[in-house]
């Protein structure tokens, strides 16, 4: 991966968790900024073929499959529209194959600090009451929400956490990761 590649996933992803942090939103403008930045990186500096075409290619394909993996969440109010939108930037930047990678550790560390919040928070039981809820809604195919607004992240009644911190996590540990073992 080169260095700017890198470079620019810090510039998307570590202001993101801050807003994430303090405002409870990633704004929009650092999310586009990301999107076009990463498909004018691929499409006109990464490749040396004669046609931009496999770069552009690449970054399209990126935002695909993170769209494709995070936006059925966002329609069952799992997560917000800022979260799929800066996971959308990210495979802009690297493309699908390395986001599946970013995928994967965001999803062990969003699991793990899952389980930290719930267990300190002490609603061990209430979350696997709410599990079982949401196997009943898919069974039944209902949205998960429409029956428990803990269920919703627009409500203020669940346990909610910073998403957008933990894909900064995420793709800093596929950086490091990547560095280490290239």
Known sequence: MPPIT???????????????IRQRRIPNWL????????????????????SPVTGLWYSLQGIGVAF????????????????VKLMAAVGAIVGWKAWIFVLFF???????????VVVSK??????????????MSIRYRQAPYSTNPELDVG???????PHGVII????????????IWP
């Open 6 to 20: 890198l470079v620019l996933l810090l510039l998307v992803v570590v202001p993101a968790a801050f807003f994430d």
């Open 31 to 50: 999310v586009l900024a990301g999107l076009v930045t990463g498909i004018a990186l691929n499409t006109f500096l990464l490749y040396d073929n004669p």
């Open 68 to 83: 494709l993996v995070y936006f059925p969440l966002y329609l069952l109010r799992g997560m917000g529209a800022g979260d």
């Open 106 to 116: 965001t999803s062990i560390l969003g699991g793990l600090t899952a389980v930290l």
């Open 122 to 135: 002490g609603r061990v039981y209430h979350t696997l009451q709410n599990l079982g809820m949401i196997l």
């Open 155 to 161: 409500t203020d009644q669940g346990v909610r956490m």
């Open 168 to 179: 900064a996590l995420g793709t800093i540990s596929y950086v490091v990761a990547k560095t």
